[in-house]
């Protein structure tokens, strides 16, 4: 078991009821399951994203936290947040990373694995 460590899990949603397909707006929801996994408490204290729509259009976005939040963590424990983007495309993409900081000064970046946004039936 590494020293500092999360593990990050992703479950993603269709929005229907916020989206508009014929204005070309396609809402999504992700839930977030940050779980530290290490052996020292950590604080999440910021996120970066890399969003990028099915046309290949990629917006960044970096900021404080998650959901007004920057969690701090003991061996074992778990925050989950919900958010939700938007796209101009019916299929998207995500990929990013939380930079943390453990108890004992130690600062480590989280990797969070690319994961699809994509309305229901549309992959194969």
């Known amino acids: 078991m590494a020293a500092y460590e999360f593990t990050v899990t992703v ?4 929005v229907a009821e916020q989206s508009d397909p014929d204005r ?3 809402v999504f929801a992700y839930t977030i399951n940050i779980k530290n996994t290490g052996q020292i408490t950590a604080q999440l204290i910021s996120r970066r994203w890399t969003i990028t729509d099915a046309s290949g259009r990629i917006d960044e976005v970096r900021g404080l936290g998650v959901v007004g939040h920057q969690p701090l963590l003991a061996p074992g424990e778990t925050f989950e947040y919900t958010s939700g983007t938007s796209f101009a495309t019916p299929q998207g993409s995500m ?7 453990a ?4 600062q480590f970046e989280v990797i969070i694995p690319e994961f699809v946004l994509s309305l229901p039936r549309t992959l194969h």
């Open 24 to 26: 070309a707006n396609f």
């Open 103 to 106: 108890e004992d000064g130690e």
């Open 11 to 14: 479950r993603t949603q269709y």
């Open 95 to 101: 990929t990013g990373a939380y930079f943390c900081v």
